[in-house]
């Protein structure tokens, strides 16, 4: 594995041997404007893995996606390589459906120390949800990004993130209604503590989020990407364009056919897969 093939990888032309908060800021943007957060492998008859090496011939060297455990691991790899301070942690995420937290730690994130300070680093939440810049570990602080007002809230054990957004403005009046659009201003995103993990911990879950039937990942084929202005998704066969405002979100949204859908892939994500893919949007709580 090579630091400097992956940050060719996000268009990265600093210097790559300062770890700096300058670089840790810069390469986190990057990573998002650059590399999707998908899960298209178990869609296409294959399998997403722990093992970096791997993880980093699918990313780097085969320009594809990943999701969390697949981005933020290699991601907790760079900041290693370029001499940061760092922990892996586990955290659970919020299922909106259902009002509670879910049991285990799916989200695999990096805290990150650099001159006294600590952020987190989450490179691979995706959609309206997704970070642009490492948040400082700090209790009710609003740290406003242009995907909206991200809060990290301390109760003495446990550290919740949550996001404000603006109104959404569904441009398409058909889709109006649409399961995937958000109605929440507010919601929460996951909770963690600073216990650290490693690669292994999250083994069992990444498992079962490729073979349970009542997986998200399972029911539902995803791809997101941020952009200079918003970002795009494709859910199943919805594409959405969102064009983040002052005072309000531009939501485009439509549906793509069959036929369509490997060069939107190219096009829209610069992503090229090698297997036939099955796009799936069946009921489960997930909104752009």
Known sequence: MDLREYLNRIGFTGQYDKADLDNFFTIHKLHVMNIPFENLSIHSGEKNTMDLHIIYDKIVKS????????NNLLFSWVLKEMGYKFTILGSKVFNSQEQ???PTDSHLINLVEIDGKQY???VSFGVSCQIWHPLELISGKDQPQPPGIFR?????????????RRKQLVQDKAFANSSLVDKWLTKKLYFFTLTPRDADHFQETSESLQTSPDSLFMLKSICSLQTPTGFRALIGWTYSE???KEDSDLVGMKEIPDCEIGALLREKFNLVLVN????KNNKADYCI
């Not at 320009?63 to 697949?70: A, I, T």
């Not at 990290?152 to 404000?164: P, S």
């Open 152 to 164: 990290l809230l301390n109760n003495g054990m446990q550290w919740v993130l949550e996001r404000t």
């Open 276 to 279: 036939k893919f099955i796009p």
């Open 242 to 244: 969102v064009t983040f």
């Open 100 to 102: 509670e937290f879910l």
């Open 63 to 70: 320009n594809r996606g990943g999701w969390c455990c697949e």
């Open 120 to 122: 987190i680093a989450d």
